[in-house]
């Protein structure tokens, strides 16, 4: 389908008409007016036409430079964050991933710690490798280990500290670009250490909420965001693995053939964790392709653990353990691995399906 000219041009203007159309173009512009008919193929694109590209960022490039920033740069109040943006090429040097994700590589050197905020922003950690850091979000202390994704719901005060000698680098996923665009950013500075320097092995809200299928009494009310502040690698793993073990033994398990998958909850709601970010784990076995699936939204993905070729529209890329690729809205996405691949995204449809946006467009199936 192709759009027809357009018929509200003039295609054979007199030299009289010509001369009074360009003053009238000209007056509009002075008068901070913009005709809807010049602008129609990029306001309303017959589908979603991004600026942000597929693009791919290698762990082995990130982590050296993120280890130069912590030898150059000192973490502390005003900067906040030793925390270095995925920014989206396409996006014109805006620290933005994706129009609505913000994607960084954060890093804490021994015994460093990073003071407390809090901010309207939905933010979440995902580690894929290292330990020593424990999270303060809202007093209670959240410890960060390999494949645990950890929550910073907005407004929650929060800061972190590295307890070891040793640094630690972890991604985090905020909607700070949504939150930009929509001018809805709210920030305060909290204590400049953590409320909270204790070392547990597990935090207060799993204490509480960390049970499979029971819900505490004392929380019968439903949160917009999980009240649960980690979810952890072995709870992670382990239903992957039961997943492909049933798909073994014959029972439908799996979201396709060799294709494990969870998506992180709010148990309250068993709805997204957060109001603007959805998370998800995928596992494929070596050998697997998934189909060629466009979705309107966009999302970030992160390889945990083995290798293979992610396909975006006329990209592909390569990837292995740490790398991150972005998807822009509507692109057309395939996952190959030979090896097996342990994949973490995040993507913003929760905002999308809200609203009503939400298409999703499978190659190759009945739509
Ligand atoms: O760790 O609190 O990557 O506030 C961006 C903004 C991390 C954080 C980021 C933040 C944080
Ligand atoms: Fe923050």
């Not at 008409?17 to 173009?25: T, V």
């Not at 994704?149 to 905020?174: K, R, S, V």
Request: glycine share 8%; proline share 8%.
């Amino acid at each position: 389908m192709t759009r027809p000219a357009p018929t509200m041009v003039n295609p054979d203007p007199t030299p009289e008409e010509e001369r009074e159309l360009e003053a009238m173009y000209t007056t509009m512009a002075e008068e901070n007016m913009i005709p809807l008919w010049t602008q129609l193929d990029e306001l309303m694109p017959q589908v979603p036409a991004s600026a942000a590209v597929a693009h791919q960022w290698q762990w082995s490039t990130l982590l050296p430079l993120a280890e130069r920033a912590g030898d150059l740069v000192p973490v502390g109040r005003g900067g906040e964050r030793r925390a270095i943006a995925l920014a989206n090429p396409g996006l014109g040097g805006a620290p933005f991933a994706t129009p609505t994700l913000w994607a960084a590589i954060q890093y804490l050197g021994g015994h460093e710690v990073a003071p407390e905020h809090r901010h309207s922003q939905n933010a979440f950690r995902f580690v894929v490798e290292g330990e020593g850091v424990w999270t303060v979000v809202n007093g209670d202390p959240v410890r960060m280990s390999r494949g645990d994704f950890l929550l910073t719901p907005g407004w929650n005060f929060h800061g972190h500290h590295n307890e070891t000698d040793q640094p630690m680098a972890w991604i985090d996923g905020l909607d700070i670009p949504f939150v930009h665009y929509a001018d809805t950013s709210f920030f305060e500075f909290g204590i400049d250490r953590v409320t909270d320097e204790s070392t547990p092995d597990i935090s207060r809200s799993e204490r509480l909420w960390g049970h499979p299928g029971l819900r505490p009494l004392s929380g019968l009310s439903n949160t917009v965001s999980s009240p649960i502040g980690a979810y952890r690698w072995e709870h992670t793993d382990r239903a992957l693995t039961e997943q492909l073990r049933l798909e073994d033994e014959g029972f439908p398990a799996t979201v396709g053939q060799g294709h494990a998958a969870i998506r992180y909850v709010n148990p309250t709601t068993g709805g997204d964790v957060m109001p603007t970010i959805r998370a998800e784990f995928h596992r494929l076995r070596a050998g697997t392709t998934t189909p060629v699936t466009r979705r309107v939204g966009s999302e970030v993905m992160q390889v945990f653990e083995g290798s293979g070729r992610i396909l975006v529209d006329d990209r592909v890329f390569d990837v292995v353990t740490g790398d991150l690729v972005v998807m822009p809205s509507w692109s057309a996405v395939s996952i190959e691995t030979e090896t097996g691949l342990d994949l973490f995204a995040f993507n913003d449809r929760p905002i999308i399906e809200t609203l009503n946006f939400a298409r999703t467009h499978v190659e190759g199936e009945q739509q």
